[in-house]
């Protein structure tokens, strides 16, 4: 099964699933704690890091590792441009956020963290360590 034919799958499967539809306590309770919660007040600073990410003008040399990027020509970047092209979007780090919560994660590693706003959204996770790793040293 193609990637898109998932993708489409889960996202009808998250539309059209409520609470009257769900009978594993499991998948209900993960519904009601993970995929229905509302987002926590601490992304608010969360999300004033990443507003001033966009907004930043300044100029890095970025070094791809492995393929090179398909939204970049040569080394010089701006951070603003960086921040648009890499970072996760605020639902998709919050979603991260309740499941690394839900299952209570103790240890979390994040590889090619990029300016770290996924990790700041795990830091927040009470008992959580987290561990980031990211090549880039202009990040």
């Not at 996202?11 to 519904?31: A, C, G, M, R, T």
Request: aromatic share 14%.
């Amino acid at each position: 099964m193609r990637f898109f034919q998932v993708k489409s799958f889960l996202n009808h499967w998250l539309d059209v699933v409520d609470e009257h539809s769900i009978h594993s306590p499991f998948f209900f309770d993960f519904y009601y704690q993970v995929i229905r919660k509302k987002n926590d007040p601490v992304f608010i600073e969360i999300e004033k890091v990443r507003g001033r990410l966009l907004s930043n003008q300044s100029f890095v040399n970025a070094k791809d590792l492995g393929a090179a990027s398909p939204h970049f020509k040569g080394a010089k970047r701006t951070i603003a441009r960086i921040a648009a092209t890499s970072l996760n979007e605020e639902k998709q780090c919050a979603l991260f956020y309740r499941i690394a919560r839900y299952v209570e994660a103790k240890h979390i590693l994040e590889l090619g963290t990029s300016f770290g706003i996924t990790s700041l959204y795990f830091s927040k996770i009470e008992d959580a360590k987290v561990t980031t790793f990211e090549g880039n040293p202009a990040m």
